[in-house]
Nanobody, 134 residues
Framework: QVRLEEHGGGSVQTGGSLRLSCAASGYDYSHTCMGWWRQVPGKERVGVAAIYTGGGSTEYADSVKGRFTITHDSATNTAFLQMTSLTPDDTATYYC???????????????????????????WGQGTQVTVTA
């Protein structure tokens, strides 16, 4: 049974920073994908950032490149998303994604290789709210 424990989020003013964390337990496997997706009411959930722990490669949405950084601590199997220069457009519910044995991301785009909805061993966190005020 995979368990994802999310922390972080909250409310911050434009230009501020926040850090999200997601600790995975229950499945000891070195080749995984961990990442975050975000969703606003009435819209689809979209990928934000992902890290592939097998090789260390990362993937970012164009809207967050240069502002968000995803890292992974293998000792605790915890992913971190450092978010800087936040704007109101970043306001959303952020969901941690965890995929065991993801396909090679080189052959996929739009975070398909780290999408728990499309992969059999994929899991979602409970979500955490990030609100950026003007």
């Amino acid at each position: 049974q995979v368990r994802l424990e999310e922390h972080g989020g909250g409310s911050v003013q434009t230009g501020g920073s926040l850090r999200l964390s997601c600790a995975a337990s229950g499945y000891d496997y070195s080749h995984t994908c961990m990442g975050w997706w975000r969703q606003v009411p009435g819209k689809e959930r979209v990928g934000v950032a992902a890290i592939y722990t097998g090789g260390g490669s990362t993937e970012y949405a164009d809207s967050v490149k240069g502002r968000f950084t995803i890292t992974h601590d293998s000792a605790t199997n915890t992913a971190f998303l450092q978010m800087t220069s936040l704007t109101p457009d970043d306001t959303a519910t952020y969901y941690c994604a965890y995929v065991v044995g993801p396909p090679n991301p080189t052959y996929y785009s739009d975070f398909v290789a780290c999408n728990p909805d499309r992969l059999s061993l994929g899991y979602w966190g409970q979500g955490t709210q990030v609100t950026v005020t003007a």
